[in-house]
């Protein structure tokens, strides 16, 4: 079964960088799409980042030009990259995974009612 295992969370000060990982297991990379959602304090989960069977990635206008999603397909390891860090990216986040078409991904990679599987999250805190 798929499983999804992230870590790299910490605390960290606004304008510093850190990169998530989320090990993933179970399935075959090719036929998946991979996204990291987060929520926040009181909010709803949203999705921050996602990547394709074919390799195209979107991020969430909040985050663009700052965070970067990533596969590693040899060690089948996401990745997210962030960097000029606010106090309001303070969130969980999660690593999820889904088959998805092609046309459903690039219309919805964000939605978390397609993901049927996710990580447990991982915290990342950012002081001000």
């Known amino acids: 079964h798929v499983q999804l295992v992230e870590s790299g969370g910490k605390t960290v000060q606004t304008g510093g960088s850190l990169r998530l990982s989320c090990q993933a297991s179970?399935?075959?990379?090719?036929?998946?799409?991979l996204a990291w959602f987060r929520r926040r304090l009181g909010l709803a989960r949203v999705g921050v980042a996602g990547?394709?069977?074919?390799?195209?990635?979107r991020v969430a206008d909040s985050v663009k030009g700052r965070f970067t999603i990533s596969h590693d397909n040899a060690k089948n390891t996401l990745y997210l990259q962030m960097n000029s860090l606010k106090p309001e990216d303070t969130a969980m986040y999660y690593c999820?995974?889904?088959?998805?078409?092609?046309?459903?991904?690039?219309?919805?990679?964000?939605?978390?009612?397609?993901?049927?599987?996710w990580g447990q999250g991982t915290q990342v805190t950012v002081s001000s």
């Open positions: 179970g399935y075959h990379h090719s036929a998946y799409c």
């Open positions: 990547i394709g069977t074919g390799g195209v990635s």
């Open positions: 999820a995974a889904a088959f998805l078409l092609p046309t459903r991904y690039a219309r919805s990679w964000y939605m978390q009612s397609d993901y049927p599987y």
